[in-house]
């Protein structure tokens, strides 16, 4: 077997002639199985194989890589870093995400007020960075609050109170 996984029995394995022999592929924690080649051929990444009426020698490898899980971001305003989208990345991997905020258009604003992920911990966040350690497939949704900026003007002897300002919506 090749680095981070393991054939049973292993070594040099003496069968009977014409008896069958199966051996089992089982890879590391975080590991799969990525191909199995028997007698210089490869049979797919599976788990078992089986030698049927053994007349001669025979020779089986297994391969093993490192598991890979996906992280879908999506973000409805800002720029998000990475972008918007689905990206596949190894166990263990250690991801930095961002999202630019505000995100003005004239007279509204998006204001990044968090996160939430599913699938992956930690599950919230309040802020526009968030740093993860990719461990399963997970969603992150950058979460947005909306402003309006409130244009005040005040006559010749007057004042208008609040002053100029971005609102939350609703407020």
């Known amino acids: 077997a090749g680095a981070h996984g393991q054939i049973a029995p292993s070594s040099t394995v003496y069968v009977a ?15 799969h199985v990525a191909d199995v080649v028997v007698d210089g051929v490869s049979t797919g990444a599976v788990g078992e194989y089986t030698f049927r009426n053994v007349t001669t020698g025979h020779t089986i490898h297994a391969s093993f890589a490192l598991d890979r899980h996906t992280l879908d971001i999506a973000s409805a305003h800002g720029t998000a870093d990475p972008a918007a989208g689905v990206y596949t990345n190894d166990y263990g991997s250690v991801l930095t995400n961002s999202v630019s905020s505000p995100d003005s258009h004239g007279a509204t604003q998006y204001v990044c007020r968090g996160w939430a992920m599913t699938g992956n911990e930690p599950a919230r966040g309040s802020t526009n960075v968030m740093v993860m350690t990719h461990t399963n497939d997970a969603a992150l949704t950058w979460q947005w609050a ?3 900026w409130l244009d005040t003007e005040a006559g010749a002897g007057g004042s208008v109170v609040p002053a100029d300002a971005w609102y939350a919506a609703g407020e």
């Open 17 to 31: 002639h014409g008896s069958n022999r199966t051996f089992t592929v089982t890879a590391d924690p975080h590991y």
């Open 146 to 148: 909306t402003n309006y």
